[in-house]
């Protein structure tokens, strides 16, 4: 997709919007460059596939006949919705240069506050599901913001810092879980904190296949791209991100601006989970909150070129293969295929993509030659 936007006038004006590609990186040409690297991608599993002993076609036909059943869509976009928080949580760092692993961390400690509070909070619907949401996006924000806080203060690498804040979380919660919210009366292994009242639960667009927190998703991905790619503060993050140095001629502070990504970062990624606490488990629990969609938002985000159009369809593509699974294991078809084309795909369209940009980097370069040559010449 596009990255590029029209610079505000002024003393930002005078900072190029760069992109990789000089403004010539179209949607189009993306588009096409990411369709031809899914098509190398499905050529390559079907390969492995025959190489295996398994037949490349009835796969393909499975994921075909999965395709026109309406349950399964809905299935897609339900394992969608909290890729799509995940990725774009990873995009908003990516925009700023910033790569953000700690996603993991950041939702599973925003879901257990936010179950928590929830849970002891007696408030009208609207207010009731707003409020959890609230805790939800503060959590987030608050367990990023101590990778924030290491990186403008004490020059720690937000790789190294968020990869080991994701294990500190994943104890600390296990710790405050067991020792202070985990509802005792709940008999057997699947244990929970204590059960969100119903006015705290958000309903479901279709009966126990999509919750709206689908919606929500989308709306979060709209804001990301009017923020991004349409204000002046978008503009401030995305030029701090491709040249702290210019940036700070025009008066930018790539610190506040570090420091503000990772906080909005970690907010988005606070929702990931609430499809789960607010529409399915009403709850936290161990064993009843999906793990490791943080670390597959990050494959999402660059399948999807870190732009809002393109996360949204990565992850219903990965949503579409997720659902085959079952599928395609009733037709003596490996599932863990699944994976495999998951990974071929981010890998050829990163490759295809990057192919695509330096090819319009010559071409551009060719043509400035050109024009140079022309010129003296007349």
Do not use: C
Request: charged share 10%; net charge positive; hydrophobic share 55%.
């Amino acid at each position: 997709m596009s990255d590029t936007a029209v610079a505000p006038s002024g003393p930002l004006g005078k900072i190029l919007t760069p992109s990789r590609a000089s403004g010539l990186r179209t949607s189009g040409t993306t588009l096409a460059s990411s369709l031809i690297a899914v098509l190398i991608a499905l050529a390559i599993s079907a390969l492995m596939l025959f190489i295996t002993g398994k037949d490349p076609v009835a796969a393909f036909t499975t994921m075909i006949d999965t395709a026109k059943n309406s349950d399964k869509l809905l299935e897609m976009m339900r394992r969608a919705t909290p890729l799509i928080f995940s990725a774009t949580a990873v995009a908003i760092g990516f925009k700023m240069n910033i790569f953000n692993i700690g996603v993991e961390g950041q939702y599973l400690f925003a879901a257990l506050m936010a179950a928590e509070a929830g849970s002891h909070l007696s408030l009208p619907g609207p207010l009731h599901v707003a409020a959890i949401l609230a805790v939800a996006l503060i959590s987030g924000a608050a367990w990023a913001g101590i990778s924030a806080y290491l990186k403008v203060r004490k020059n720690v690498h937000e790789v190294i810092s968020t990869i080991m804040l994701n294990y500190i979380a994943l104890s600390f919660i296990q710790w405050i879980f067991n020792s202070f919210f985990r509802d005792d009366s709940v008999e057997g292994l699947n244990v929970k904190t204590t059960i969100i009242a119903e006015s705290g639960w958000l309903p479901d667009i279709v009966e126990g296949r999509l919750n709206s927190m689908f919606i929500i998703a989308l709306i979060v991905v709209a804001i990301f791209w009017v923020v991004v790619y349409r204000s002046r503060f978008g503009f401030k993050l995305r030029a701090s991100g491709y040249n702290a140095t210019a940036a700070s001629t025009a008066g930018i502070s790539a610190t506040k601006m570090t420091v503000i990504a990772l906080l909005l970062s970690g907010a988005v990624a606070g929702l990931v989970a609430m499809q789960s606490v607010l529409g399915e488990t009403h709850a936290y629990g161990p064993s009843a909150t999906p793990i490791q969609l943080g670390f597959a938002g990050i494959t999402v985000a660059l399948l999807g070129r870190n732009h809002p159009v393109g996360i949204v369809v990565a992850a219903l593509l990965f949503g579409f293969l997720d659902s085959t699974s079952a599928q395609l294991q009733l037709a003596e078809v490996p599932n863990s295929i699944v994976k495999v084309m998951q990974a071929i795909i981010v890998l050829t369209v990163v490759i295809v993509n990057e192919a695509a940009v330096r090819r319009a980097n010559v071409r551009t370069a060719e043509r400035a030659r050109a024009e140079l040559a022309a010129g003296g010449a007349a």
